[in-house]
């Protein structure tokens, strides 16, 4: 069982950045591929990046491309997503998961852990 917790939500304007993190409970966090996701009211979950286990691969959604980055740190069983240029229909909560085996996948129910989400709010 893999804890996942994550932190760095909140309000911020049009354009400016904030930085995510999900906090792992185990030391095995190497061992997991990581996605984050974003979830509307009302609406399924949505892809936004992942990366393998080592750190070395990953992907984006398109509309994400050149503003976001997803990063981890295995030695604090740490994984980012850094988030640039927010657009206020970004305002979503945004949630980390974690899939067993070194690739990542972009379909939410290849994940094996989830997060609580943290609330991302972009105001105009």
């Known amino acids: 069982q893999v804890q996942l917790v994550e932190s760095g939500g909140g309000l911020v304007q049009a354009g400016g950045s904030l930085r995510l993190s999900c906090a792992a409970s185990?030391?095995?966090?190497?061992?997991?591929?990581m996605g984050w996701f974003r979830q509307a009211p009302g609406a399924e979950r949505e892809f936004v990046a992942a990366?393998?286990?080592?750190?070395?691969?990953?992907d984006y959604a398109d509309s994400v491309k050149g503003r976001f980055t997803i990063s981890r740190d295995n030695a604090k069983n740490t994984a980012y997503l850094q988030m640039n240029s927010l657009k206020p229909e970004e305002s979503d909560v945004y949630y980390c998961?974690?899939?067993?085996?070194?690739?990542?996948?972009?379909?939410?129910?290849?994940?094996?852990?989830w997060g609580q989400g943290t609330q991302v709010t972009v105001s105009s």
């Open positions: 998961a974690a899939k067993g085996g070194s690739l990542y996948s972009k379909s939410s129910g290849d994940y094996d852990y």
């Open positions: 990366v393998t286990w080592s750190g070395a691969i990953s």
């Open positions: 185990q030391r095995t966090f190497s061992r997991y591929a």
